[in-house]
């Protein structure tokens, strides 16, 4: 296994915008599902985002639909999520990994914290 990077994190405001991105230094991970994923403290990690091989298709939980969108680089062995219209309730350490079934070790995730 390798770990993955996860970057972009940071302080916003509800409302606020981040961009996260998610990447495997000396690796090509082109031909993979790959998806995004959360925690928030004392709870469990949770699936957050998809987005297929090609990055055409793509997958989200309920509680993000409309808000985040999961794009890739294929050229650029990234993974990124737009998360747009920040919720308190969307604090959490966000990781990546391939979809459904991590075949990476999990990385340190990138912190998002939302709060006025």
């Known amino acids: 296994q390798v770990q993955l990077a996860e970057s972009g994190g940071g302080l916003v405001q509800p409302g606020g915008s981040l961009r996260l991105s998610c990447a495997a230094p000396?690796?090509?991970?082109?031909?993979?599902?790959m998806g995004w994923f959360r925690q928030a403290p004392g709870k469990e990690r949770e699936f957050v985002a998809a987005?297929?091989?090609?990055?055409?298709?793509?997958s989200y939980a309920d509680s993000v639909k409309g808000r985040f969108t999961i794009s890739r680089d294929n050229s650029k062995n990234t993974v990124y999520l737009q998360i747009n219209s920040l919720k308190p309730e969307d604090t959490a350490v966000y990781y990546c990994?391939?979809?459904?079934?991590?075949?990476?070790?999990w990385g340190q995730g990138t912190q998002v914290t939302v709060s006025s």
């Open positions: 990994n391939s979809y459904p079934a991590p075949i990476y070790a």
């Open positions: 000396g690796r090509t991970f082109s031909g993979n599902v």
């Open positions: 987005i297929g091989s090609s990055g055409f298709s793509r």
